[in-house]
Structures are given as C-alpha cells and as structure tokens.
C-alpha cells in the first residue's frame, strides 16, 4: 500500500490547513498509509481541552484519525519551544501529558524517514 505523508505548521484556528489535512488524511486512509507530521506552531493542534466555539475542534478529529490507522508525530524541538514535555508514552498512546491520545511527540529525524518512505508529500503552510 502507497503512503501519503501531510506535513503542517500553521496552528489550529489560524486557518483551515488543519481541517483541510483532517478530510485529506480521512479520504485518503481508504487507500493509503497516511502519516501527518505537526511543525512549527502546528504542535498546538493536539492540546487538550481546546474548546473553540465557532470552529471544528481538530485535536478530537486528529485524535479520530489516529484511531482510523494515521501516524500523527508533531516535531520535539518546536514542541518543547512550546512548552510541551515528552514524557513515558501512556496507555492512549501518547507521549505528552498535555496531548490527545493517539500523537506522539517524535524527532525530526523520524520526519527525515516518513518522507524516504513517502509515495506522495503534502505541506500546508504559508
């Protein structure tokens, strides 16, 4: 199976890039390995208790993601910038306190190998 890789770095609620990868990843894990990588200020993405009023919530639709088979990492070094710690990865499959289950914090490094392995790369970002 063919892998399609979505890389981000505008944060949720700035604009629509992060619902957009969500219906891109949706559709596309029909057919295809989809791995999003989170970078720059798109590590806010997966926060927890983010509760926008007239916006999709995106961390609860990257947490369904997650669940549908999508290898969500967002970058180390522009979350811990952000003030997210990686810590023991849990039962939900976390690796952050401050995360939605399901998204780990990872290296650049990892991005490096996500992309070798990539069939097709989309980056949203301005």
């Not at 967002?74 to 910038?81: L, M, T, V």
Request: proline letters at 2%; hydrophobic letters at 35%.
């Amino acid at each position: 199976m063919k892998t399609l890789t979505v890389v981000l770095t505008e944060g949720p609620y700035i604009s629509e890039y992060a619902e957009i990868a969500c219906k891109l990843a949706e559709e596309a894990l029909k057919r295809y390995h989809v791995n999003i990588f989170l970078y720059l200020d798109a590590v806010h993405i997966p926060k927890k208790g983010q509760n926008p009023s007239f916006f999709t919530n995106t961390g609860e639709t990257f947490t369904g993601l997650a669940e549908k088979g999508a290898i969500i990492r967002a970058c180390a070094r522009c979350a811990a910038a952000r003030g997210y710690i990686v810590e023991e990865e849990d039962a939900n499959g976390s690796n952050c306190e401050d995360y939605i289950s399901g998204i780990k914090i990872s290296s650049l490094y990892e991005l490096s190998e996500i992309l070798h392995k990539s069939d097709k790369v989309i980056s949203l970002s301005r």
